[in-house]
């Protein structure tokens, strides 16, 4: 749990550095798969973080194929190519200078599972509500309404009439 966290630190730190759009959204993906896990491991299930994911996989699609319409031959920079060793040399070493400085987590295995427990229960409250009569209505009509927008939305960026047609 501590080296998720540490991992996460060290990706938003290096996120300043870069400037190349799909590094940064390869950077936002690891970082989306590591709360994830991080949120899966405090939840009895998965639920939220596989959703968590999904969406932030969808948005990553699209930005993917907006940059590389947009911005295709653009060059990674060399100078981030010298940061990786000592992003990952300092990663490495923090799970040792934490435990050295006496800094992690101190949790006993009673409390941590009365929060799993816990959350358990409130996920399965939220679910239960989400899932009731006045709910699932808006909810039916937000699964429609998304639908028909896909739909729509396919059909009006044909690859020949869009926005991403290749110019000559």
Do not use: C, D
């Amino acid at each position: 749990m501590t080296l998720f966290m540490m991992s996460n630190i060290m990706l938003s730190l290096m996120l300043i550095f870069l400037k190349h759009p799909i590094s940064m959204g390869s950077t936002l993906l690891i970082q989306t798969t590591i709360v994830s896990l991080i949120l899966g491991n405090l939840n009895l299930n998965f639920w939220f973080s596989y959703i968590l994911f999904i969406v932030m996989v969808g948005g990553m699609l699209v930005l993917f194929i907006y940059m590389t319409s947009i911005a295709s031959n653009e060059q990674f920079s060399k100078k981030l190519m010298k940061l990786v060793p000592l992003m990952i040399g300092m990663l490495i070493m923090s799970p040792f200078i934490l435990n050295k400085l006496n800094y992690t987590f101190n949790l006993n295995m009673k409390n941590e599972e009365f929060l799993v427990l816990n959350n358990h229960l409130e996920f399965q409250q939220i679910l239960n509500k989400f899932i009731m009569y006045p709910s699932m209505l808006i909810f039916m009509f937000m699964v429609i309404y998304l639908l028909i927008t896909m739909i729509a939305i396919v059909k009006i960026t044909k690859l020949s009439y869009g926005p991403l047609r290749q110019f000559n």
